[in-house]
């Protein structure tokens, strides 16, 4: 099955986001989101312009896609508790995007990110304590 420059573009957009969102980015990050607002573009004209492509890749690319938007949600709350519970929420993709992957990028991005949450809630809640302690032993 022959695949369209379209979704052959759309799969490397796909693959390269999924690599960007598993490194630590700074918050002047801007590339992941304005790559996953492309791809959602993208993602709209593939399901107009293809007839070729399964409802079953259709839905997974979709799967992906929102994801990513999720990911990208989670990353921008306030608090690193919001953002664990927001990660919580966040289903990862199902299959690789290439054939090269071993597992799903997506679900290997969302365990990642949930472990990051997590120690950015454990070094705000120990912060927290130390301070309340160190308050407490100088009344």
């Known amino acids: 099955m022959g695949s369209s420059r379209l979704e052959i573009n759309f799969v490397r957009l796909l693959s390269r986001c999924e690599s960007l969102a598993a490194e630590k980015r700074d918050e002047s990050e801007w ?36 994801f ?28 690789a995007t290439t054939a090269k992957e071993r597992a799903p990028a997506t679900k290997t991005v969302h365990l990642q990110t949930k472990a990051r949450f997590t120690d950015e ?9 130390v301070t ?4 407490s032993e100088g009344v």
């Open 31 to 66: 590339r992941l989101e304005k790559y996953v607002d492309a791809l959602e573009t993208m993602l709209a004209t593939v399901k107009k312009h293809s007839s070729k492509l399964t409802p079953e890749l259709v839905n997974e690319y979709t799967r992906k896609v929102e």
């Open 132 to 135: 309340s302690q160190s308050f």
């Open 121 to 129: 809630m454990k070094s705000e809640l120990l912060s927290k304590a």
């Open 68 to 95: 990513l938007k999720g990911l990208i949600a989670a990353e921008q709350l306030s608090s690193p508790s919001e953002k664990a519970l927001a990660n919580q929420f966040l289903a990862p993709g199902r299959t």
